[in-house]
């Protein structure tokens, strides 16, 4: 399971999927297609830095093989 705390801190949200649109970092949130939603997790200066964003949490991911994995969006 993947908890991510939003950039604003707002929400601690379980993840289903992550993608970068345009600047914006956006999770899948559901368990299933019927009851899925997205949310913005962060927003940053580029595409370029959301990108970046997104290397440090696979890197999180790939470093942790627990069950649970947390990761805090950045606040810049």
């Given at each position: ?13 379980n ?32 595409k ?29």
């Open positions: 399971m993947l908890w991510i705390v939003t950039q604003n801190n707002d929400s601690f949200v993840v289903k999927e992550v993608t970068v649109k345009g600047k914006n970092i956006i999770g899948i949130i559901g368990s299933e297609a019927l009851d899925q939603w997205s949310k913005t997790l962060g927003k940053y200066e580029s370029e830095r959301a990108l970046e964003i997104l290397e440090e949490l696979f890197m999180k991911m790939d470093e942790n093989d627990g069950f649970y994995i947390t990761f805090t969006m950045p606040e810049k």
